[in-house]
């Protein structure tokens, strides 16, 4: 499994953990995840990493919040798109 698929992959599990209300070991999980996607960005365009800045903001502010629902959409639905759309081929 590549790096892209894995880090995919382990977005969408962190955001079922979180709708689960397993927020403990989730947010373990997301440390992983944001570090996995950060290297996978790093050879992405400049806008790509950009928004990488902007949804990170956003996640980190679902988290402080604690609104679980909201960081496990923007999980689910916006990083797994960032990442797929910034995919090299």
Not at 19 to 35: K, N, P, T
Not at 51 to 78: P, R
């Amino acid at each position: 499994m590549s790096q892209l698929a894995q880090c995919v992959e382990g977005a969408r599990g962190c955001a079922g953990l979180f709708r689960l209300g397993r927020d403990v070991e989730a947010a373990l999980q997301m440390v992983e995840v944001f570090d996995a996607a950060q290297l996978a960005l790093q050879a992405a365009p400049q806008e790509a990493r950009q928004q990488w800045g902007q949804l990170l903001t956003w996640m980190l502010a679902c988290q402080e919040s604690q609104d679980w629902l909201g960081l496990a959409d923007w999980m689910e639905y916006e990083l797994v798109a960032l990442l797929e759309s910034a995919a090299i081929p």
